[in-house]
């Protein structure tokens, strides 16, 4: 039995295989519902021969996205970088150099690596959408209060995100906080704002204060490291178990 | 070819069922007590923050607004991933179960069958 593809679609080869015995089998079934009068034996013998047919074709389950080595690699080079432009930020914020225009460069790095992880993402074959599996965690009311499940809910109200796996979803979500600090940097760090409005945006050094378990100074930036992180953590969660 | 035991058989890839479903859940209580709960925490506090800022002027409404929404969609990522992982762990267990329905007839008819 052939183990699932770790990452980038299925094998041509094998998704052959598999049609051909798919199509082998709805041929018995065709068969099978012919002579379905014949006796219960008979179905009990061809259920198992399907069973067993299954299981010849090296059938694995895949309720994820396949597991993306690149995803994973860029997705965690984008939040060490993050981090060390946060922690830069923290030491200029409130000054001339923490203006958002001698930043806007690195918004648009950051920005269009994670559109990139994204359509790399939409890229890949496999797996349940996501909202499947939310709407499972509803069922057995997994507690999602209001207004994350709103958030939820309108993550994945977009035509293009209704089948999209967790790890699209991700990725969007890290998108929009990443525009949110781009713009609130816009408006909150420049000649004719207040200062404070850009310290409180980046907070002071350490970047541990923000990450850690002291209060959150800097909520918005917290924000986008808590996203990038679960979208880092989402895709490593998805390895192949050895 | 030996004789094939549904009995034992069936002992066994149960075995490996229970096997890997402790092994997946375990994963899964040790994720929401040591990720889940801290960063809905670290979120929680944010938003008192928020609160606290747009309470003594600090924020404008539309600051305190945006920086609310983003806490809300960090909260909601945090859900995300956390489904993300117990689909990646039922994965997990239904092909163990599939291995050790494998190995258990290739051991019983003694060849490679499957």
Do not use: W
């Not at chain 1, 000054?95 to 890229?123: C, N, V, W």
């Not at chain 1, 069922?139 to 999602?144: A, C, D, F, W, Y």
């Not at chain 2, 402790?22 to 040591?34: A, L, Y």
């Amino acid at each position: 039995m052939a183990a699932a593809p770790p990452a980038q679609g299925r094998n041509p080869e094998q998704s052959l295989h598999h049609r051909s015995v798919f199509q082998t089998v709805s041929q018995l079934v065709l068969r099978e519902q012919l002579d379905n009068r014949q006796n219960q034996n008979y179905r009990k013998r061809f259920l198992s021969s399907i069973l067993a047919g299954l299981l010849v074709t090296g059938c694995t389950v895949q309720l994820t996205a396949p597991y993306s080595n690149d995803i994973e690699i860029e997705a965690s080079a984008l939040q060490s970088d993050f981090l060390k432009f946060a922690a830069g930020m923290q030491l200029v914020a409130g000054t001339p150099k923490g203006y958002y225009d001698q930043h806007s460069t690195q918004y648009s790095d950051f920005e269009a690596r994670l559109a990139i992880i994204r359509m790399r993402s939409e890229s890949l074959n496999g797996g349940v959408p996501c909202s499947q599996a939310l709407d499972a965690a509803k069922k057995v009311r997994v507690p999602i209060a209001g207004k994350i499940e709103q958030s939820v809910t309108a993550a994945l109200s977009q035509p293009e995100e209704s089948n999209a796996s967790c790890i699209t979803i991700l990725a969007g979500l890290a998108e929009k906080n990443m525009e949110r600090l781009r713009t609130q940097h816009e408006l909150r760090c420049n000649a004719s704002a207040k200062p404070i409005l850009c310290t409180t945006l980046f907070s002071a050094p350490p970047i541990f204060s923000i990450i850690g378990e002291g209060p959150s100074e800097a909520p918005l930036v917290s924000a986008v490291i808590i996203t990038l992180n679960e979208l880092v953590g989402a895709e490593r969660d998805l390895r192949p178990t050895k | 070819m030996t004789a094939f035991s549904v009995k034992s058989a069936a002992d066994k890839i149960l075995s490996a069922l229970i096997k890997q479903s402790r092994t997946s859940f375990e994963g899964v209580v040790q994720d929401i007590d040591q990720h889940v709960i801290p960063t809905m925490s670290l979120i929680a506090r944010s938003l008192a923050v928020i609160g606290g800022r747009l309470a003594d002027g600090t924020y404008t409404k539309a600051i305190a607004d945006v920086e609310v929404a983003a806490q809300t969609d960090a909260a909601a990522a945090v859900i995300v991933r956390f489904a993300n992982r117990v689909l990646k762990d039922i994965q997990d267990i239904v092909n163990a179960v599939i291995d050790a329905v494998k190995q258990t007839i290739n051991m019983a008819v003694g060849v490679a069958l499957i």
